[in-house]
């Protein structure tokens, strides 16, 4: 009966733990949010990989705004242009810069954040 249990504890922990690495993206875990409007397009960069192939990415460099209406420009890159006027919350740790960004609606940035946007 014992080892039953084990058994059932151990397959809960497994599958709990499956469902919090599909689920919980870590690049936000800790990190700052930062709100900005796509004003333009990126910049295009070609980096190749060791065998050869080219990879194309684009850098963004913006004003971002936190909660408070603070400011600060942020870089970071997309693997693709990204939309122009489209609103993003960047995710920033101090240690490594924008490490995730996530398109949102206007009326879900903060109030103060909103104001110092371009309309």
Known sequence: ???LIGFIV????IVGGLVILQNVNFNRVGAEQYYTQITGEGT????KDD???TYVSYEYKLP??????????????A?????????LTLFEKEDKGV??????????IPKKANEK???
């Open 1 to 3: 009966m014992k080892k």
């Open 10 to 13: 151990a397959i809960i922990i």
């Open 44 to 47: 295009m960069l070609k980096d």
């Open 51 to 53: 065998n050869g192939k």
């Open 64 to 77: 971002a705004f936190d909660k408070d209406g603070k400011a600060k420009t942020l870089t970071f890159t």
């Open 79 to 87: 693997q693709k242009q990204l939309r122009k006027n489209a609103y």
């Open 99 to 108: 490490t995730s960004y996530q398109e949102v609606k206007k009326g879900d």
């Open 117 to 119: 946007l371009v309309k």
